[in-house]
Every structure is written in C-alpha cells, then in structure tokens.
C-alpha cells in the first residue's frame, strides 16, 4: 500500500474511532513513520517472524495495550466497533488482515507512553519515542533518517 492509501484507509477510519483526543498531526506522522519503519507498508506478517499487521505487533505487545490503564477502555471500544472479542490472542490474530484495528493499536501503544508525542519534524525525539514504544529488535536508525522524512512529505 502506499502512504496516502495506508492514511486514507486505515489511519483516518482508526482515528475516527478512537477518542478525539488521541488525534493528531503528530500521532499521524508516528504512525506512518513507525509502519514505514517496521513494515514499508509491504507486509501484514513478519517474514520468519511472529508479528503481524504493518506495524508489527507480536502477542506480547498486544497483550501490554489491552492491560494498560490508559489504552484498555479504547480498545476494548475499538475491537466493539471492528465486532472482535477483546482478547489479546484475538487481536493479535486480526491485525494481520484488519489495517484499521492495526493502525488503532498502533496509536494505542503510543498513548500509553507518558511523554508527549514529538513534535512533528524532530527526528531525534521520534526516533526516542519510536525505540521506547515499540522496543525493536534490531533498532536501525540509518533506515529512520530516509524514511521520517518520507512520512513527512506525505503529510503534505
């Protein structure tokens, strides 16, 4: 998929069922730059790996975003509205089909950090932000440096 069609179909309808607050410019730029990051909007399923969706959510992530305090309620709200049982092993499952509940737990997992999101533009702070919230395994930052500022572009 590319940018404007990951943003028309799957980060707007997510956004729209989330809490408005969770709404933003910035948000929408992690989003796009981590989805850039994880998957290039290329793969649902991790090759040789466990995780799934474009941005690559592997059980035990899915698992931190249902029992966290600040993200619990509007995902038990999004998995209603996307008519899924609130399990983790459930959502874990549906995001590798489900882009719009992918992008919601993506959003989800950055809300759960009590830092606010950077500002749109601060590479650095994003890619602090991106590093503790999603934890990548192999962390490449030369891949963030050409690809941020994609995700940017496409913010225009």
Same mark, same amino acid.
């Given at each position: 998929?590319t940018?404007?069609?990951?943003r028309? $179909?799957a980060?707007?309808p997510?956004?729209?069922? +989330?809490p408005?607050?969770m709404?933003?410019p *910035?948000?929408e730029?992690? /989003? %796009?730059?981590?989805?850039l990051?994880e998957?290039?909007?290329?793969?649902r399923?991790?090759?040789?790996?466990?995780a799934?969706?474009y941005?690559?959510?592997?059980?035990?992530g899915v698992?931190c975003?249902?029992?966290?305090?600040?993200?619990?309620?509007p995902?038990?709200?999004?998995?209603?509205?996307?008519?899924?049982? $609130?399990?983790?092993?459930?959502i874990y499952?549906a +995001?590798?089909?489900d882009?719009i509940l992918? *992008?919601?737990v993506?959003r /989800? %997992?950055?809300?759960t950090?009590?830092?606010?999101l950077?500002a749109p533009?601060d590479?650095?702070?994003?890619w602090?932000?991106y590093?503790r919230?999603w934890?990548p395994g192999?962390p490449?930052y030369d891949?963030w440096?050409?690809?941020?500022?994609?995700?940017m572009?496409?913010?225009?």
């Amino acid at each position: 998929m590319t940018i404007s069609e990951i943003r028309k $179909a799957a980060i707007a309808p997510a956004m729209a069922l +989330l809490p408005g607050s969770m709404n933003s410019p *910035a948000a929408e730029l992690m /989003l %796009l730059a981590i989805g850039l990051q994880e998957s290039g909007f290329r793969s649902r399923h991790q090759q040789g790996g466990p995780a799934h969706g474009y941005w690559q959510f592997e059980l035990a992530g899915v698992r931190c975003v249902l029992q966290h305090p600040k993200s619990q309620a509007p995902l038990l709200a999004l998995c209603k509205a996307r008519k899924l049982a $609130a399990s983790a092993p459930e959502i874990y499952r549906a +995001l590798e089909f489900d882009d719009i509940l992918a *992008a919601g737990v993506a959003r /989800l %997992l950055l809300w759960t950090d009590p830092a606010p999101l950077p500002a749109p533009g601060d590479i650095e702070a994003s890619w602090r932000y991106y590093q503790r919230c999603w934890r990548p395994g192999r962390p490449r930052y030369d891949h963030w440096n050409d690809l941020y500022p994609q995700a940017m572009a496409a913010m225009s």
